[in-house]
């Protein structure tokens, strides 16, 4: 077995470029979970973490005892989330597999490039152009009433916001997300296609059999780190929309924590939330991991 000292020679450099990368892991990521300790206090900014009393378990009763606003932020929260697990997560995978049994090679680089571009605008254009293009003053409904027809309303509407919200991340994010799985469909042994051909396999027994075993590991593992964020649906896309929907179809847990804490000062109760969230996401990947080295998968992480 090599040394300490020898395996520091040999991967030295590795590890000095990985140094940047894992101190600012440590100061934005690991550091502030020390701050979880506010939702065990009456939390004042003036005090600080230091002088602000203690409370126990007092900012946890509107989880414990089913505050109607908190309770609609889960019930929005859990609705998104398995509105985008079911119908958002698999999308990516059929566009690479689209894109993979591309023949023409220039064909496929222009339509990777025209799905890439949506993902590098901000989600303050999106939600605008979308605005723009479906709201009640948009140029759908501008071109209904130039043809006489009646207009009808999508963006700002209550009861279609969650379907909104999910149209905007299937058009910004699904071309990216097919980078991934597009890596792992590279890495598809030809032979064993072309024995497959030989034996007379048609194309969906071909895609059964030889393409998706091969980037089954990278959709579990997506799967299994997608379940762990899962109460996390967007607060940036939300935030911007909340005001024409009302909190009543637009809040969700995070806006829960920032409406609570930054704007309303309850800071004891949004960390609290925020806490619970964290530790249910943990929970989610230990879970999900565990059934899927049951399933013979490896998951985040072998056994």
């Known amino acids: 077995m090599r040394s300490l000292r020898d395996r520091w ?10 140094l940047p990368g894992v101190t600012a892991l440590l100061l934005f990521h690991y550091l502030p979970l020390g701050g979880n300790i506010i939702a065990f206090q009456d939390f004042q900014p003036f005090l600080g973490i230091w002088h602000s009393p203690y409370v126990g378990l007092d900012n946890f009763e509107p989880v414990l005892t089913g505050d109607p606003v908190f309770l609609n932020a889960l019930v929005n929260t859990l ?3 398995l509105i985008q697990v079911v119908f958002v997560f698999p999308l990516p995978i059929c566009l690479a597999l689209i894109l993979n049994a591309t023949i023409s090679e220039r064909l496929k680089r222009l339509a ?3 799905l890439y571009m949506p993902h590098f605008l901000s989600w303050v254009i ?8 479906f709201g009640n003053g948009g140029m759908l409904n501008a071109w209904l009433r130039s043809a006489d027809l009646s207009t009808f309303h999508i963006v700002g509407v209550p009861e279609l916001f969650k379907l909104v919200i999910t149209s905007q991340v299937i058009w910004k994010d699904t071309g990216w997300s097919t980078i991934i799985f597009l890596a792992a469909l590279s890495r598809v042994d030809p032979a064993q296609m072309e024995a497959a051909v030989v034996d007379g396999a048609s194309a969906a027994r071909r895609l059964w059999h030889v393409t998706l075993p091969y980037i089954r590991p990278v959709i579990v593992l997506l799967l299994i780190l997608r379940l762990g964020d899962s109460l996390s649906v967007g607060f940036e896309q939300i935030i911007l929309q909340q005001a024409q929907v009302g909190a009543g179809a637009g809040e969700v847990l995070d806006t829960y924590v920032y409406n609570h804490g930054i704007v309303g000062g309850d ?3 949004a960390a609290a939330v925020g806490l619970i969230k964290g530790i249910v996401g943990v929970a989610l990947v230990l879970g999900a991991n565990r059934l899927a080295h049951a399933l013979g998968e490896q998951g985040v992480y072998a056994k």
Not at 9 to 18: F, H, I, M, S
Request: proline share 0%.
């Open 79 to 81: 609705i998104i989330t």
């Open 9 to 18: 020679r040999r991967d030295r450099v590795l590890l000095l470029l990985a």
């Open 267 to 269: 800071w004891g109760t």
């Open 126 to 133: 999106v939600v605008a152009l979308f605005q723009q293009m």
């Open 112 to 114: 990777q490039s025209i």
